[in-house]
């Protein structure tokens, strides 16, 4: 069941990009975004990963944090990070575990077939680990402006 609105962040530790480990403890008191994205490297996810970065100061103003994650292992995600300039950490879940947790795993369609794969979405989490929005399936460009827009 995916996670909605009001629900608790789901527990997890992830590697991160630099190859801490990262947990929603990590965020105690701060609020923070978290957005799935399918692959390092490939154009779409290139784009919203630089959309985030091309926010990161608006959204650290409004006092937000910002992590990536996707099924890439911490070497591609610290040569993604490196290569993009991006100021934000990003972190492996190489199983999906995470993904499925919060609803971010599933079954897509894409030019008429149908497979399991990471659904492109995008949560705020308030400062006591409580999901305050949740996007799913949202476009790899504009999506993380439209957030700025909201949050910020």
Not at 93 to 115: C, L
Request: proline share 6%; glycine share 8%.
């Amino acid at each position: 069941m995916p996670v909605e609105q009001g629900d608790q962040v789901p527990a997890f530790s992830l590697t991160a990009d630099d190859g801490s480990v990262v947990s929603p403890a990590d965020f105690a008191g701060r609020r923070f975004i978290i957005y799935f994205y399918p692959a390092a490297f490939t154009p779409g996810c290139t784009a919203q990963s630089c959309d985030f970065r091309d926010r990161h100061e608006a959204f650290t103003a409004a006092g937000f944090d910002i992590v990536g994650i996707s099924p890439d292992d911490p070497g591609k995600l610290a040569d993604f990070r490196a290569e993009h300039s991006l100021p934000f950490r990003l972190l492996s879940d190489p199983d999906h575990s995470v993904a499925a947790a919060f609803g971010a795993w599933g079954t897509k369609k894409n030019y008429g077939r149908e497979y399991e794969g990471l659904i492109r979405s995008t949560y705020v989490i308030d400062a006591d680990g409580t999901i305050e929005k949740a996007w799913r399936n949202v476009k790899a460009t504009g999506h993380a402006e439209r957030i700025a827009k909201e949050v910020t």
